[in-house]
Each structure stands twice: as structure tokens, then as C-alpha cells.
């Protein structure tokens, strides 16, 4: 009697053990697993936006389909660069696409192009842009969202010229040690 008195003491104690050791990995499994996730929600949200603009890693294409107006600012300027804080790239924007105040994940206003190691152009970023003028006269009373995100507004007397307009950068296509939305990337230079 005292020996099967002590077995179930054993497997009491291996139960508890096991139970324990059980909430002590839960405990650290689901802050990592929920970390995970929200890592990568920005990237599941912009996940059509890759998908749509894909092919556009052939500049060519990209210009064939729309994506043909080089942006330059007040200064001349093509590849845009504010250094130290990061670099954009050489915009090329969809004429047809602004002007409007529809946001379509699958159709940005520009794509980005930023220089790679021999200076040919790699697509980097989309960028969605709204003019406030067509934004408020639509209605709208919030900024922009998309993916999540409010857009940047930039007011009159920027460096190119335009109007007051919201925007959004997403680099979709070239990391972004400053953040999947932030205009400047510190890897960029022009």
C-alpha cells in the first residue's frame, strides 16, 4: 500500500511539473507569436500592392503602363535625397492616376525608383498621393488612410511646385530601417 501510495505522489508530482512547465512555455510562446504577427501585419496589408506592382521591376514596363512622368523639383532635381536622415529615388508618376481622391491599394500614384550599387534604377517604394483640393472637395474632413496609415501632408511652397497634398511612401521593395511607411530611407542615396 505504501509503495502505490508513493506512485501516485510521483505521477501527482510529474503531472503538476509537466502542467507547470506547460503555462511557463505559453507564457513565453504567445508575446512572441503575437509579436510575430504584428510584425508582419503591415506586410499582409500591403501584400496586393506587391502583388499589383510586381511587374513594374522592369522600368520599362512600368512606363508602358502609365508610370512615365519623371517627378523633378524646383532645383532640377530627379532622384530625391535628404541625407542624413535617408534618400526616396527617382519618382515616376501615373498622370491619369492624380488629381482624384480615389485610394486604390493596386494603383499608386508613383513608383519609386531607387539606384542600386551600379546606379541602375531598382523599384524601391509605391507612393500614393492625394491633392488636398481633390481630397476636401470629395468631402473628406480626416486625412488620408491607407493600409493603416494616415498620410504626410505637404503643404504649398514644397520643393516641387504643387499644390497642398497628402502622401504616402511604402517600401514594398527595398527595406526600410525607418519603417515599412516613413518617406525617407536611410539606405537610399541618390
Not at 505521477?11 to 508575446?31: E, F
Not at 512615365?68 to 530625391?80: P, R
Not at 541602375?120 to 517604394?125: I, T
Not at 502622401?167 to 527595398?174: D, Y
Amino acid at each position: 500500500m505504501r509503495k502505490t501510495r508513493l506512485l501516485k505522489m510521483r505521477k501527482t508530482r510529474l503531472r503538476i511539473a509537466l502542467v507547470a512547465l506547460s503555462l511557463v512555455a505559453a507564457a513565453v510562446a504567445v508575446p512572441s507569436i503575437v509579436g510575430l504577427a504584428s510584425a508582419a501585419d503591415d506586410h499582409s496589408r500591403t501584400a496586393v500592392a506587391a502583388s499589383a506592382t510586381a511587374r513594374f521591376h522592369d522600368l520599362d514596363a512600368a512606363k508602358a503602363a502609365g508610370w512615365n512622368v519623371l517627378v523633378v523639383d524646383k532645383a532640377g532635381l530627379t532622384c530625391i535625397d535628404n541625407q542624413p536622415v535617408g534618400g526616396m529615388g527617382v519618382h515616376y508618376a501615373n498622370a491619369s492616376l492624380l488629381f482624384d481622391a480615389d485610394l486604390d491599394p493596386t494603383q499608386p500614384e508613383a513608383l519609386v525608383y531607387a539606384p542600386n550599387a551600379n546606379g541602375q534604377p531598382k523599384l524601391a517604394a509605391l507612393e500614393y498621393i492625394v491633392f488636398d483640393g481633390a481630397w476636401t472637395a470629395a468631402g473628406h474632413t480626416d486625412p488620408p488612410e491607407l493600409f493603416g496609415q494616415q498620410f504626410a501632408y505637404t503643404p504649398a511652397g514644397n520643393r516641387y511646385g504643387l499644390d497642398p497634398f497628402w502622401s504616402l511612401h511604402v517600401w514594398i521593395w527595398q527595406p526600410n530601417s525607418a519603417g515599412l511607411f516613413q518617406p525617407w530611407n536611410p539606405r537610399v542615396h541618390c
